[in-house]
């Protein structure tokens, strides 16, 4: 079946610390994967997405096929980043899977 | 400007009642979603319509019917609304065939009294 998890519901790190949110999937063939970010009481965003390979707001993420992972890294985490974030693989042309979600705290 | 609108944001209702919730989008997107996002921030596809055609049906109860007017739009309407339907509904829209990425709403809160 496919699926996509993110094991940490809660991660809490110091500002200035180094992130990093996993995201682990189990699909047949190459799914796209992208990660949103929903600020508190914000509307879901995208913040990246693999194909593009960019760093947006300091974030990026390496798509490991023979992990099959993609998780979600910042070398200094910022409390702006405080947010809930969303592994989401497209399968197909319409579905997206949405993780269950992590939420980073980062701490003062 | 806003590129995908619902309405209303905040929905405060008793147990029992019909309520609708609406959404636009002006991105020419031909693809449209609605989610379900409850008090524990899991995000769960309900539906979604391309070109007006229903195309994704996860297992929702009878009592939630999509309409799509036409691609611009997709509405939610809920009979018999029960407790369990408090969440945050979000609407979603995207290029069907393409590699770009979904484009949400600023979400409904549903509160069922």
């Known amino acids: 079946a496919q699926r996509v998890t993110q094991p940490e519901k809660l991660l809490s790190v110091f500002k200035g610390a180094p992130v990093e949110l996993k995201c682990n999937y189990s699909y047949s063939g190459s799914p796209e994967l992208f990660w949103y970010v929903q600020y508190s009481r914000q509307r879901l965003q995208l913040l990246l997405r693999h194909i593009s390979r960019e760093s947006i707001k300091g974030f990026t993420a390496d798509l490991n096929k023979g992990e099959t992972s993609f998780h979600l890294k910042k070398p200094f985490a910022q409390e702006e980043d405080s947010a809930m974030y969303y592994c989401v693989p497209r399968s197909g042309t319409y579905k997206y899977i949405f993780g269950t979600g992590t939420r980073l705290k980062v701490l003062a | 400007d806003t590129a995908v609108s619902q309405t209303p944001k905040y929905l405060v209702t008793q147990m029992g009642n019909d309520k609708s919730i609406k959404c636009e989008q002006n991105?020419?997107?031909?693809?449209m979603y609605w989610y379900k996002q409850d008090s524990k921030k899991f995000l769960k596809i309900m539906f979604s319509y391309n070109n007006k055609e229903l195309i994704i049906n996860e297992t929702v109860p009878n009592r939630f019917s999509p309409k799509s007017p036409d691609k611009a739009h997709l509405n939610l309407h809920i009979n018999s609304l029960e407790l369990g339907d408090s969440a945050v509904y979000f609407c979603?829209?995207?290029?069907?065939?393409?590699?770009?990425?979904?484009?949400f709403g600023d979400g409904t809160r549903l509160s069922i009294l």
């Open positions: 979603a829209s995207s290029q069907g065939r393409s590699n770009q990425p979904q484009h």
């Open positions: 991105l020419g997107h031909d693809t």
